[in-house]
């Protein structure tokens, strides 16, 4: 009795041991795979359509709009209705050629060339229309535009040019122009994607 008694606590504490081993193996594994997983990518395929969704990204836009507008200011022979209208002009300038001139993705991507024809207004979110990001991307120049009016007195000349300028940004942000060139062709044969079509692609 005294044997098996014995017999059954060596395999007990084998049991034991080894489960314990296991588990001190498991969690070594565990943090040696976290610690070679600190620093990697995403796993975006095309970081370009989600770059302004990332968190302080709008705060560090419009903060960029209120340094230059500061700057503008702060050179003695403008005027405040001249400031403003530079301002406005200035933003939207860099707005179009960021966001609806330059074309392809500065990174390496495995979509195999399909972003290469894209400007990064129809990379973002996927080319899903009516996002968040889009929405605001949307209004911000509206709202300078309200402001710019209201500060150079709706000026004739000043409303023009800031009207003009307002459009040139707006315009290409319209569903209708998705994968359209300046001269009306389509650099892709297909719709802008809607939330359906992504959803069910992505399944």
Known sequence: M?????????????????TAAAQVSHRADRTFFDNMNVGVAHSEVNPNTRVLNSRGIWLAYLLLVAVLHVVLLSIPFFSVPLVWTLTNVIHNLVMYLFLHTVKGTPFETPDQGKARLLTHWEQMDYGIQF???RKFLTISPI?????????????????????????????PKLPQFHGIQCDGRRRENRKPPSVENFLESSR
């Open 143 to 171: 709202v300078l535009y309200i402001l710019t009016s209201f500060y150079t007195k709706y000026d004739a000349t000043h409303f023009l040019i800031n009207t003009g300028s307002l459009l040139s940004v707006l315009l």
């Open 2 to 18: 005294t044997h098996y008694r014995g017999r059954a606590g060596l395999i007990i504490a084998r049991d034991f041991l080894v």
């Open 131 to 133: 996002t968040s990001s």
